[in-house]
C-alpha cells in the first residue's frame, strides 16, 4: 500500500475529500469552466507586456502591499459602469474571487461561526467555508432555482448565521436574483445577528439587469464580490475584487498576507483595465450568444433555466452524467455540477456553440 493523504495527521474534516476541480479535458470545444472564449486583443497583449517589464524592474522590491493604484482602478470601472460612486477606500482585491471569499470568511466566519448559501449555488462557497473553519448551512430554493425568500429568512433567523451568500447571476443556475431578494435576506441577517451578506457578481456583468452595487449605501453588513475571470477575459490572471463600507475592506487586511498580490499580478490587472471598453464588446457578443443558446435549445426541445450569465443550464435528463458523457464522446465538454437532471454549458465563440448545439441535437435524436 502506498502512503498517502489520509496516513497523514490532516484535519478531520479534510478527510476523505477531493479537491475541488472541474476535469481539464483536452477536447475540441471546451465550454466547462464559464471562461470568456475569446482572447485577449494583440493591443492588450503588447500592454500587459511592456507593463510587466516595467514592474520587472522592481521585482527586487515587495510590491505595492495595498494595491492602491489597482483599486483605485477598480473603482473607477465600478463607479462608471454602475453610477455608484465608490473610491479606493470602498474596494479590495486578492487573487481571484477565490482568494476574496476566502478573506471574507477568515475574517467574519472561522470556527465556531457559520455560514449559509441558497443551493445549488457555486459550490466553492461552502468548500472555502470548510477550509476556513466555517460550518455550513445549506438553504433552499424553489424548484425552479429561484430563492425561496419565506423559507430562506425562516433558515437566517433559525441558523443566525455569521455570512450569508447571494450569488446573482447564480452559478450553476444562470438566474440573477432580484434585489428586493438580496434586500429581505439582508433585513433578516441583521436582525437575526447581525451577519455579513457577501453578494457574489462573478458574472453580473452578463446580466440583463442591474448591478446591485447601490444596495451598498447605508448597508455597512454588505459585500460585493467581483472577479475579472468572466467578463475581463482574464481567468489565467487570478484577480479578484469586493466592494463594500470601508471598515470591510480596513477588516479583510488583519487576515490578508503581506503582499498578497504580486507586483505582476498588479501591472497585468492595470494594463487590463485600459481596456475595459474593448473588453466589453466582446461581453455583448457574449450575451447575444447566450440568448442563441437558449432559444436554439428550447427549440430542439430542452428545458432552460432563465439566464442572466455567460452560460446556460439546460435538462431534463433520466441520468445527467450518462449525456455529459455523449456529448463528450461528439467532442464538446460541457459541465455536469452534480443538480440532478441538469447539466450546464459555457457560451462559447459562434463556431464552438454550434458545435455543442449540433451535438445536443444528435443526443436528443438519440434519446428520443
Ligand atoms: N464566484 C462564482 C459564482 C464563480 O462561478 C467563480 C468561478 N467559477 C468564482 C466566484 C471564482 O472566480 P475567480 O476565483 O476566478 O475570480
Not at 41 to 68: C, G, H, K
Not at 94 to 112: D, H, R, W
Not at 206 to 222: E, I, K, T
Not at 257 to 268: D, E, G, K, N, R
Request: aromatic share 8%.
Amino acid at each position: 500500500m502506498t502512503f498517502g493523504i489520509d496516513d497523514l495527521p490532516v484535519r478531520d474534516e479534510l478527510r476523505g475529500k477531493s479537491p475541488y476541480g472541474a476535469p481539464q479535458l483536452d477536447v475540441p470545444v471546451r465550454l466547462n469552466t464559464n471562461e470568456n472564449p475569446y482572447p485577449l486583443p494583440e493591443a492588450l497583449v503588447e500592454r500587459i507586456a511592456e507593463r510587466v517589464r516595467e514592474a520587472a524592474r522592481d521585482l527586487n522590491r515587495y510590491p505595492d502591499r495595498d494595491a492602491v493604484e489597482l483599486r483605485t482602478g477598480l473603482a473607477e470601472y465600478l463607479t462608471n459602469t454602475s453610477g455608484h460612486p465608490l473610491d479606493v477606500s470602498n474596494v479590495w482585491a486578492a487573487n481571484g474571487s477565490n482568494e476574496v471569499i476566502q478573506q471574507l470568511l477568515q475574517t467574519f466566519g472561522g470556527p465556531g461561526r457559520t455560514a449559509i448559501g441558497f443551493e445549488p449555488s457555486y459550490s466553492m462557497h461552502g468548500l472555502i467555508a470548510r477550509g476556513t473553519g466555517t460550518g455550513w448551512i445549506s438553504g433552499p430554493r424553489h424548484e425552479d432555482f429561484t430563492i425561496d425568500v419565506p423559507a430562506a429568512v425562516r433558515a437566517i433567523a433559525e441558523h443566525r448565521p455569521d455570512v450569508v451568500f447571494v450569488t446573482t447571476p447564480n452559478n450553476p443556475t444562470g438566474n440573477a436574483v432580484p434585489p428586493e431578494t438580496v434586500l429581505a435576506l439582508y433585513e433578516a441577517a441583521q436582525a437575526a445577528k447581525p451577519s455579513m451578506v457577501v453578494v457574489d457578481e462573478a458574472y453580473i456583468e452578463f446580466s440583463h439587469g442591474a448591478s446591485l452595487l447601490p444596495l451598498l449605501d447605508g448597508r455597512p453588513n454588505l459585500v460585493v464580490s467581483r472577479t475579472m475571470s468572466k467578463a475581463f477575459g482574464a481567468a489565467g490572471l487570478r484577480l479578484g475584487y469586493l466592494a463594500a463600507h470601508p471598515a470591510v475592506v480596513d477588516a479583510v487586511q488583519l487576515v490578508r498576507l503581506p503582499y498578497h498580490l504580486s507586483a505582476v499580478t498588479q501591472a497585468t490587472a492595470l494594463a487590463a483595465l485600459e481596456h475595459t471598453d474593448t473588453l466589453l464588446k466582446y461581453v455583448e457578443q457574449l450575451k447575444t450568444e447566450r440568448d442563441r443558446l437558449v432559444a436554439e435549445l428550447r427549440a430542439i426541445g430542452y428545458e432552460v433555466t432563465e439566464s442572466d450569465a455567460n452560460f446556460v443550464q439546460f435538462g431534463r435528463f433520466a441520468d445527467s452524467h450518462a449525456t455529459w458523457r455523449k456529448i463528450l464522446d461528439r467532442g464538446v465538454l460541457v459541465r455536469d455540477n452534480g443538480v440532478p437532471g441538469w447539466l450546464r454549458v459555457t457560451a462559447g465563440t459562434p463556431e464552438e456553440n454550434d458545435a455543442f448545439l449540433d451535438a445536443v441535437r444528435e443526443v436528443k435524436k438519440e434519446q428520443n
